[in-house]
């Protein structure tokens, strides 16, 4: 079974330049979740969906990132503009149902340098 | 609000040490889950183990043993005899089976592991 791809693996960019994050999750998983983790810290979700819907986003600065996941299958983070802060790395995991025994599957991440 | 705290930062061991990774938890929520996860430099996180809250029982895995304490809301993590490639970085995490953090993962800050041959 392959697992959650992500791409691309690194970017690096300068300050207000946009980037997007492309994620497709494990084949039949109805949840994903985006994550950022900044260096020396555990990942904190940024967004969470249900098929194409959007559960929490609570966490998700609105000014800048926004997500989408279109026919409920890949999914793609995009920040413009990007800021210093953003520097982390962003982490797509996914689960096959919102349900909390379902553990979550983890991609390898994509490293985000904005200089 | 629910929290995870990992009081170590950083540990380091000579091989073939037990060590044991500490996990203090909070929540207000009844039902939950806690996990632990393992990052090795590649970066991917890799899932170790899942625990509910209604099931206080120790599990070992080879190596791997999980000490789960409700009533001082831990959830340690012990690696015997260590070896080199259990190098990483542990991170303990809690999910909530209940109101507006359904399903959320809440992470702790992770525990830096190095093992010396």
């Known amino acids: 079974e392959a697992g959650v791809a992500q791409s691309p693996r690194y970017k690096i960019i300068e300050k207000r330049q946009s980037v997007a994050f492309w994620c497709n999750p494990i084949?039949?998983?109805?949840?994903l979740y985006w994550y950022q983790q900044i260096l020396g810290q555990g990942p904190k979700l940024l967004i969470q969906?249900?098929?194409?819907?959007?559960?929490?986003d609570s966490q998700l600065p609105k000014d800048r990132f926004s997500a989408e996941r279109l026919k409920g299958v890949d999914s793609t983070l995009k920040i413009q503009p990007a800021k210093l802060e953003d520097s982390a790395v962003y982490l797509c995991?996914?689960?096959?149902?919102?349900?909390?025994?379902?553990?979550?599957?983890f991609g390898p991440g994509t490293r985000l340098t904005v200089t | 609000a629910q929290k995870v705290t990992q009081a170590q930062t950083e540990i380091s061991v000579v091989e073939k040490e037990d060590v044991t990774l500490d996990c203090v938890y909070e929540?207000?929520?009844?039902?939950?889950?806690l996990f632990w996860y393992k990052q090795p430099p590649s970066g991917e996180l890799v899932f170790l183990i899942r625990?509910?809250?209604?099931?206080?029982q120790n599990e070992i895995s080879g190596r791997y043993s999980w000490n789960f304490q409700k009533s001082t809301s831990s959830f340690n993590f012990t690696i015997t005899a260590s070896q080199v490639v259990d190098s990483a970085v542990y991170f303990c995490?809690?999910?909530?089976?209940?109101?507006?953090?359904?399903?959320?993962?809440?992470f702790g800050q992770g525990t830096i592991l190095t093992v010396h041959p």
């Open positions: 995991a996914s689960s096959l149902r919102l349900a909390e025994s379902y553990e979550q599957y």
């Open positions: 084949s039949g998983h109805a949840t």
């Open positions: 969906f249900q098929n194409n819907g959007v559960v929490d």
């Open positions: 929540t207000r929520d009844t039902t939950y889950y």
């Open positions: 625990r509910n809250s209604f099931d206080e």
């Open positions: 995490a809690l999910l909530n089976a209940g109101g507006t953090s359904y399903g959320k993962l809440t």
